[in-house]
């Protein structure tokens, strides 16, 4: 069993500490444990975790339902708790795509199948996708882009411009530090200030690539390293 990091959002101190209790006798970690929408809000944006357990019915309604939302915007994995199991509350639920539904009361069995059921699940989406799924912060908000997205990275100062596809992150972090996220993509450096995804390449020579028409340099020193990336990407030849 993987020792997954969970994110648990309950209100009832009692109920919340024997959840705690159970996951880390059960091997998980705990990520979070968060009490109101408010703390579970600001929780699932900065906080790191695998996947969460929310309480639907906290303080005076549903509100655990829209950190469902949320947290499917984040495409991050997460199972209801509920006392209820009413056709109205599960018709909202249903629409925010959980990955399970627990009702109250549950025990240690109930936790842990539905936690390695929903994880595997995760898992097996992932690996059918060929992609590797990767956290990082953009202002407040965690987003989850894919490695193999990322079209190149400079550095800048304290900070890493990382250009996906998509859109433009910067990361408060270093090359040395950022790198060793990347270790089974083909993300390689060529310049102490660059590295690049060699799939994106549009132009090469012996000094620069060019990769979304922006043109970036290739040291002396990591010529070789860029070399072994294009040729396994079969585009050595051309480099030659």
Not at 150 to 168: F, M, N, P
Request: aromatic content about 8%; hydrophobic content about 40%; some cysteine.
């Amino acid at each position: 069993m993987s020792k997954y990091k969970i994110l648990i959002v309950e209100d009832e101190v009692i109920i919340l500490e024997t959840i705690a209790s159970i996951l880390i006798e059960l091997g998980y970690e705990i990520a979070g444990k968060e009490k109101t929408e408010q703390e579970a809000l600001a929780a699932i944006y900065t906080l790191e975790y695998d996947l969460a357990l929310v309480d639907i019915n906290l303080e005076s309604g549903i509100e655990g339902i829209n950190i469902g939302e949320k947290l499917g915007d984040l495409k991050k994995p997460f199972i209801y708790l509920t006392s209820y199991s009413d056709d109205f509350t599960l018709e909202k639920a249903k629409k925010t795509l959980p990955g399970s539904y627990i009702v109250k009361p549950f025990n240690k069995n109930d936790l842990r199948s539905n936690i390695e059921i929903v994880m595997a699940r995760e898992s097996s989406i992932e690996d059918t996708s060929g992609k590797h799924k990767l956290q990082l912060l953009d202002g407040y908000k965690t987003v989850v882009i894919y490695i193999e997205d990322i079209l190149w990275i400079k550095s800048e100062g304290v900070y890493l411009e990382i250009q996906t596809v998509e859109r433009k992150l910067l990361q408060r972090t270093s090359f040395d530090e950022f790198m060793p996220k990347l270790s089974e993509s083909k993300i390689c450096r060529v310049h102490r200030s660059w590295a690049i995804n060699p799939d994106y390449i549009q132009e090469l020579s012996s000094t620069k690539v060019k990769i979304n028409y922006q043109e970036i340099p290739i040291s002396k020193s990591y010529r070789k390293i860029v070399l072994e990336a294009l040729s396994a990407n079969d585009q050595g030849s051309k480099f030659r």
